[in-house]
């Protein structure tokens, strides 16, 4: 099974200390192990340094240790990247359903999953990326601990 994984179940799984680690750990383990094969979008990738910078810690994780974590972690994952009509497919969607502001970033990730044809996109963010469409709303999956129904 191809999974794209979104910003927030990564950043899940690379901080202990966040409520949803132990949901998003294991799914994040099934990637580094082959059980499935992980992708990321290149754009999730700055984002994930952004979020892991600023989250409101008793330890900061400084930029030197978010890279080490995003360039360790991520090894083996399919890193999409996306070319100029991407992107233009990405603002498509937002325009034809009359998103504004962030919408556009969800659209983005969104687009690299349908480019590379992921079985599912794993997000917390389900009603965000819903909002981009039928094809988009199939692909949508909220992690759940491991054998739970």
Known sequence: MK????T?????????????HGVCRPWFQRAK???LQGYVSLHTVAELYSVLTKLPLAEKITPTTAQGIILSSLEGFV???????????????VTQYGLVSGAVFDAVIAQAGLKVGVDRI???????FERLGDEVRGLMEVPIAPNTP
């Open 3 to 6: 999974v794209l994984f979104d």
């Open 8 to 20: 927030n179940v990564l950043t899940a799984a690379f901080v202990p200390q966040h409520p949803n």
């Open 33 to 35: 192990v082959g059980e």
């Open 79 to 93: 890193k999409v990247r996306l070319d100029l009509a991407d992107y233009v497919a990405a603002i498509e969607v």
């Open 122 to 128: 794993l997000t917390f963010n389900v009603r965000d």
